[in-house]
């Protein structure tokens, strides 16, 4: 900003410039944090997918705020004790319209480059549940498996899509998942678990249960009792 001078700074002197630019900088961060929460509601709003329509939806409003925001700094700080300020239609014409159509490309192209690096980032950190045929399997990240059942020759996988619970039926054994899989703690027999779900324990008729997301109820057998709960104290604590 100090050497391409936009929102009209060449009127200001080089002191003056070295005052009150660290102030916009600031305002930029102040505003660009400001909406991080609104970003991951737009996130949450459409499923865990961003799309055009959430990507200039929060550009548009972050710019709108952006701009009320630095006419308040311009005001109250920078021509503070100036008599004919400029108005806000010369300045969003002059300078905040052509400092956006500017600025803004080179925003879009950064957050689109950065998405795409973060996508790549989660789809390397998922495993791969297979089966024993050639096109079986289930893709997806860790923490999206809640639990998996022994069922036949087969296992059921239960796991969250977006906030919806999904169920997989894959050819395999569950020694097998267990093996590739050691975040998952075996709680009995049949049944595989991941302690990251857990919500609370259950029992009934002397039997230890636990509840994980989604009211998924798994039993734990008196083999795996002092294992489980050890490893849920440490994920819980």
Sequence with gaps: MYFTEPLDVSELSNNEKLIYLPGYGLVAGFCYLLFLPFQSYLYRKFQNQWNIFSELTFIITFSIVSIAIARCYYLFIVVANEPNPNTLGYMLTTIFLPAIATILPIILIGRFGFGKYYEKQLEDQKIEIKGEGN????????NEVISIQSSDNYIEVFYLSGHDLKKTLIRNKLSVIADQFPELRRAHRSYLINPFHFQQWKTENGKLYVILNHHIEVPISK????DIKATINSTTN
Aim: proline share 0%; charged share 25%; net charge positive.
């Design 135 to 142: 096109y079986e399997g289930l893709r997806l990240q860790l």
């Design 223 to 226: 083999t795996y009792q002092k």
